[in-house]
């Protein structure tokens, strides 16, 4: 249960992650 949680928490990192670089992305190329 706990692996599995851990693993639920990085994955949430990990997607919170690519939204934000996307979002920096947009933001970097349309000033």
């Known amino acids: 249960m706990f692996k599995k949680r851990k693993k639920l928490k990085s994955d949430l990192i990990y997607k ?16």
Request: hydrophobic share 30%; net charge positive; aromatic share 18%.
């Open 16 to 31: 919170n992650t690519k939204v934000f670089r996307k979002l920096f992305d947009n933001i970097y190329e349309n000033p």
